[in-house]
């Protein structure tokens, strides 16, 4: 059976990052995977929390929100900024992206990533954590070329991606049509030398089983191993990594 938007089971939705897409942060991308856009910016700050004062090193803390109509009924802006998904959802991006940096050769510093949600059409978790990724390399490149961080700051690439079972099909990158029926859902976030920073799986219906489990991580790992990829031509594109 043909997947709604004639992808293969395997198959990426379109992924397209626009870099420097606004131009007052220190890092900003806009990522497009399939119908989903996320704006991701990377503000830098001289400063830290007061616990992280001591350490001498930096911090990575990220903020997520849905705007009013990314979706297709109007969501409370409050809510949209607010809510337990929402702060569930940037604690993942900040553990995430703090895996591809250094935090004890950033100084005193805190980089902030705002994640917003332009237009949701599924994956807009994963697709923050891949954009922001690509926002984060761009705020931190610029202090390497400067002179004012050592290139080691920036030490491995992240991407993520969803995967599912629906009607009994493992499929790659699911969209809003594909996650509200799957039976098994998860995001899977990674590094470029491939270890897992973070699973998050869930039986929708029956549970499912560790065969299941291990065809939908290695579906995951094909699917970020492109995303990846991407993100290295984009920076390439930027200036970055040349």
Sequence with gaps: MTRIDGRADDELRPVRFITGYIAYPEGSVLVETGGTRVLCNVSVEEKVPAWREASGGGWLTAEYAMLPRATHTRTPRSAGAGGARSQEVRRLIGRTLRAAVDLDLMGLRTLTVDCDVLQADGGTRTAAITGGYVAVALALWRLIAAGDLPPESLVIPVAAVSVGVVEGRPLLDLCYAEDASADVDLNVAMTGDGQFVEVQGTAEGHPFDRPT???????????????????REALAEAGVFR
Aim: charged share 15%; net charge negative.
């Design 213 to 231: 489990l291990n065809q939908l991580l290695d579906l995951a790992a094909s699917g970020i191993e492109q995303l990846l990829q991407r993100q």
